[in-house]
């Protein structure tokens, strides 16, 4: 706490200023704390006999911001009461502040309070000069003492003593900290060579596993020929993604390669293959991948457009060439077009003669390989050669042929023989799809004459034409007299018979029901119904119904008195049989409500 500020005299006892003195020059700005080390310069006291002048208030400076070493004293920073006069606001006295000059009265100055002294070891707030420049200005807004009010029209700062205090050094802002450096990222990683050829190589590698808060900017590619240093960069823009290829480079020289990562803080440690790459494409053995459906037969008809592809690896790029039957190929037949993996065989328009064995031959330096495909271009069949009836007898005729001379260039599957009534002239199928080269037709008619052709059929279908069998079949009549059989008539008259009872049953009053029952019997049985041995006959509250057996008696809205034993009577010549049933009729049940 801040020691309490010593009593101003009274002015009286001194003498008045005179009128005749000049108006005060305005007090200089109020000086800065001093530094750790310095002394304070004292405040200007006012004479003795004279009030304290108020300095005139001036608009507060943004503060100074305090040394990194200097605590903020609270004596320093704590406001002036406004009833103090403006000597209270001067700053607390120190251990190294020196007394006060010989004009300004002992008794007027603040006497230091081990408090004091205690609180201003530490250096002074920077803010002290700006709180001690308000306290002034707010001295003069409050009312003066008693005392302090005769000696207002001769206030006179202490001009002196603030023309001896020296001149405060402006402040320098403080230097800001310096950003953090900027450093490169680490090393790419996994750097290898994917392919290459005569005249490029192409690597592949993986980005760094640091790269740092600066970011990656690209890559650098940076390559030399073996058994020197004079690395140069390939790529003048930097490179984005991880992957690169290096041309026009010169076939059989070795090349060490390198992958560099760059961002702001520079470039990182380089990444370089193992070994030297040589500049020639990688020698692969070549091989055909014939596929699956090409390693038998492949089968196509006349007029198809053929176009097989086929697969082939191998490096550098593999010469191919291919043959038919073991000569070369006619290009106005057939079109080849190769390409780095694979060779087409295309033909537009299919004809017999393309039929044949297709070797494909892939080459590279002194090895080679080889693959074989079957073409086979097929087409109807022609019809057998000849067909002759050999034998006739009772109402059969035997037939043989032989195969026909052009097969349409695959086997033969079947013949179809067909069969014509010379009357007619109709031709009818007798059998198809059949392997053999003979055939017995069967169950003709007797006193018709028949002729008899063949067709051939194979994977396309069946021959266009057939061959006819020059001789005719004739069925002639024999002395065979047809006798029907006997057969005995068979018995099937039957006494009625219920297959199906009458059931009991129970109705409600109003409501309609019918009775159910079935009967067999040869010839048909006379149904009757009855009620209580009484026969119903035509009565109009009942339907009767009997239909195939199924006899069906339907009871129209029945009343109180319909029920009782209802029978079903059937009756032949051979017999009679009856069933019965009981029928109740019930009431209809009343509400409790409807009762009321």
């Known amino acids: 706490m801040p020691s309490k500020p010593a009593p101003i005299k009274k002015a009286a006892k001194k003498e008045p200023a005179k009128k005749e003195e000049k108006a005060p020059e305005p007090a200089p700005e109020v000086a800065p704390a001093p530094a750790e080390g310095e002394a304070a310069p004292a405040e200007a006291a006012p004479a003795e006999g004279e009030a304290p002048a108020a300095p005139p208030a001036e608009e507060p400076k943004a503060p100074t911001p305090p040394p990194a070493d200097a605590a903020p004293t609270d004596e320093a920073a704590a406001p002036v009461a406004a009833d103090q006069p403006a000597t209270d606001a001067a700053l607390p006295a120190t251990e190294e502040t020196p007394a006060a000059p010989a004009e300004a009265p002992v008794d007027a100055a603040a006497p230091a309070t081990e408090e004091t002294s205690a609180a201003t070891k530490a250096p ?55 950003p953090p450096p900027k450093e490169p990222t680490s090393v790419p990683l996994d750097l290898f060579v994917e392919d290459k050829n005569d005249t490029s190589v192409t690597i592949i590698w993986s980005q760094p596993e640091t790269v740092g808060p600066s970011g990656l900017d690209g890559y650098t590619i940076e390559v030399c020929k073996d058994g020197t240093e004079d690395w140069k960069a390939v790529n003048e823009d930097l490179q984005k993604s991880c992957r ?14 390198r992958v560099v990562a760059v961002n702001a803080g520079g470039r990182s440690p380089p990444v370089t293959l193992p070994e030297a790459v040589l500049v020639k494409e990688v020698a692969d053995r070549p091989k055909v991948r014939l596929p699956r459906f090409l390693r038998q037969r492949y089968v196509a008809q006349v007029g198809a457009k053929i176009n097989l592809t086929i697969p082939f690896t191998g490096k550098p790029k593999p010469v191919v060439t291919w043959t038919k039957n073991g000569q070369p190929l006619d290009t106005k037949r057939v079109n080849i077009r190769s390409t780095d993996r694979d060779s087409i065989l295309f033909i537009r328009a299919s004809e017999r003669d393309d039929s044949g064995v297709y070797e494909m031959c892939v080459k590279v330096d002194d090895f080679e390989d080889k693959a074989s495909l079957i073409l086979q271009i097929v087409e109807l069949p022609g019809p057998p050669a000849s067909v002759k009836i050999v034998d006739t007898w009772g109402f059969n005729v035997a037939l043989e042929w032989t195969p026909p001379t052009d097969n349409g260039n695959t086997e033969i599957t079947g013949y179809t023989i067909q069969k014509a009534d010379k009357k007619t002239g109709d031709w009818f199928t007798v059998l198809e799809h059949y392997h053999r080269l003979n055939a017995t037709i069967s169950d003709l008619i007797m006193g018709n004459t028949y002729k008899f052709r063949v067709f051939s059929e194979n994977k396309c279908g069946i021959s266009n034409d057939a061959t006819v069998a020059k001789e005719e079949a004739k069925i002639t009549k024999t002395g065979i007299e047809y006798k029907p059989p006997e057969y005995k008539e068979h018995d099937f008259t039957e006494p009625p018979k219920f297959t199906t009872s009458l059931n009991d049953r129970a109705t409600t009053v109003g409501y309609s029901t019918k009775l159910l029952c079935s009967v067999r019997g040869c010839p048909k049985p006379k149904v009757t119904w009855m009620k209580n041995q009484m026969i119903i006959g035509d009565d109009p509250k009942f339907r009767q119904i009997c239909v195939q057996g199924i006899c069906s008696l339907e009871i129209r809205k029945p009343g109180n008195f319909d029920g009782g034993v209802y029978s079903c009577k059937a009756k032949n010549d051979h017999g009679e049989a009856t069933v019965s049933c009981k029928l109740e009729v019930k009431q209809p049940a009343v509400a409790d409500a409807d009762k009321k």
């Open 244 to 257: 690169y290829v290096i041309k026009n480079q010169t076939t059989g020289d070795r090349l060490k390669i």
């Open 124 to 178: 002074a707030d920077e803010e002290t000069p700006a709180a001690a420049a308000e306290a002034p200005a707010d001295a003069t807004t409050a009312p003066a003492t008693e005392e302090a009010a005769p000696a207002a029209d001769s206030e006179a700062p202490a001009d002196a003593e603030a023309a001896e205090a020296p001149a405060p050094e402006e402040p320098k802002p403080p230097t800001p900290p310096p």
